[in-house]
């Protein structure tokens, strides 16, 4: 009986005091802020192709005026992969059947405008090597229709909704920058003369896109 009662004792004398003294709480915040990327032309958004005197121009065949350079840039805050998209704002004022880098495709190509309702030419944009924060990149292309990225074979800019990116190649597809480098040259092409309205009078080449630019 004695042994019992000293065993019972021991173990009372050794819990540890459960009582609680205090607490506190932490509280865990923060912003998650999203990727802001910033597009633009290292010139300036105009292209001047200067004065062209119509006394030069091929009656019978399209004229060819010398490609502008220009360069699309888009600079990011953080790493990002970026899509690009081009829409035509003269669609309407392009004259059909035209030929840029040797292709025929009117898709290839965009409106310079018009003179009396007629479509005065149009306007390639030739593509240049894409460059992500110092490196030489692959450009890529896809479309609603066939979403995989692919490479074109073109070397033109193509209208919406045909859309363009850059990375090591099609199977890795868009590589993410801080800094995205896209070269590009303006090809623009008057229709022959003989096409166009007979005037005395001055007339404005008016060719217009918008670049969209995507997050991916």
Not at 71 to 76: E, I
Not at 78 to 107: C, M
Not at 157 to 177: D, M
Request: net charge negative; hydrophobic share 45%; with cysteine.
């Amino acid at each position: 009986m004695n042994k019992i009662f000293s065993a019972l004792a021991l173990a009372t004398a050794v819990a540890p005091f459960t009582a609680q003294a205090a607490s506190v709480d932490l509280t865990v915040t923060g912003t998650v802020i999203p990727t802001a990327c910033i597009p633009a032309f290292a010139s300036g958004t105009n292209v001047d192709l200067g004065r062209i005197y119509s006394a030069a121009l091929d009656p019978i065949a399209q004229n060819d005026l010398p490609p502008r350079d220009i360069t699309l840039k888009v600079a990011c805050d953080a790493p990002a992969a970026v899509e690009i998209a081009v829409t035509d704002n003269r669609g309407a004022t392009k004259v059909p059947g035209l030929a840029f880098n040797g292709r025929l495709n009117d898709d290839l190509y965009y409106g310079l405008g018009s003179t009396q309702g007629i479509g005065i030419g149009g306007f390639g944009l030739l593509t240049g090597q894409p460059n992500t924060d110092g490196n030489a990149q692959t450009l890529l292309a896809r479309s609603p229709a066939d979403p995989a990225w692919r490479v074109p074979v073109t070397g033109l800019v193509a209208n919406a909704p045909i859309s363009y990116s850059w990375g090591p190649s099609a199977v890795t597809g868009p590589a993410a920058a801080r800094l995205h480098t896209f070269p590009m040259k303006v090809a623009a092409v008057i229709r022959a003369t003989s096409e166009l309205p007979p005037t005395t009078s001055d007339f404005p080449l008016d060719g217009s896109v918008t670049f969209d630019l995507f997050y991916l």
